[in-house]
């Protein structure tokens, strides 16, 4: 039994080392269509855990035999905040990481349980999946446990969003026909608007799924990220299996692109033709263009923009 797995090197996150809550079986509140693992009946709890003192035997062995990673990250085969000990390994991965980070990947449904959701505002960082926000959408790519209510998940969402004061990311990842409509998109952007994060990552199937679903092409994540509000950031995160679809750019195209949706050196390779990134270069060096760095990420910027500050619209949810 595997209890610890890495280090990964994520662009993301950095280096990583990986604890797996439920390195026996898949036990999860969603069935998602995407899922690598294979289908299972969801569930609310876990009907077999790992003791905290196993989980930190594995942990400190690991952390001496790695000790230049960046981030621990809580994660499963299914939901990490199933673990019925979360609160307590949280509190002991404090006492034992230095400088090291906390990272959880989670599906946001437990955020309705008010001692998760304190739970998780321990962590260094979270990652919060949020693919639909229709009810009929969300339970055809998600399969969620009957007891789960969408629109419960997207207020807790928001509301934590507004509490934590480490660093929350938030992760769509989407099918092809199921979340990628205009309509889906827009209360995606709708709530994403009230939403307090680092960046939100866009992405699409790019491992064998559980269901015969298909994902989507780079061309058309970038499609997608053009629909989201500009003020909000939005990163794609799938490139796995891009294809380039490069294509000419003049320099007014180029600084209206980047002012509509900043893009990274990798995007530019993958969206512009040879022409198109000199031209994107002279940009650069009579400072038409700068590079910012959010949340551990370069971005490629109008430089009229670095004033520019993202309207204050936050609500608490209704």
Known sequence: MNIIFGPVNSRRFGTSLGIDL???????????????????????RQDHSLPVSQIMEALSTALKEHESIDVITLTANGEPTLYPYLDTLIDA?????????TLILTNSATLTDASIFQTLLKCDCVKLSLDALSSSVFEKIDRPHQSIDIL???????EFSHCYTGKLYIEILFVHTL???????ALLNETLLH???ERIDI??????????VSGISYQELHHIARQFD?????HIASRHHAQTCRSHYSSEEILNTLDKRPLTHDDVALL?????QERLQQLIQSRQITEITRAGLRFLVPSKNLGRKRQNILTKPK
């Open 22 to 44: 439920s390195a026996t079986h898949k036990q999860c509140n969603f069935d998602c269509l995407y899922c690598e693992l294979a289908p299972a009946p969801t569930v609310t």
């Open 272 to 276: 512009f033709d040879t022409a198109s």
């Open 203 to 212: 992405g699409t199937v790019d491992r064998p799924p559980a269901y015969p």
């Open 93 to 101: 991965i404090d006492a034992v990481k230095g400088t090291k980070q």
């Open 179 to 185: 979340n990628d409509t205009p309509e889906e998109i």
């Open 152 to 158: 419960h998940v997207k207020d807790a969402v928001i």
């Open 195 to 197: 939403v307090n994060c």
């Open 230 to 234: 500009a003020s909000l950031p939005i």
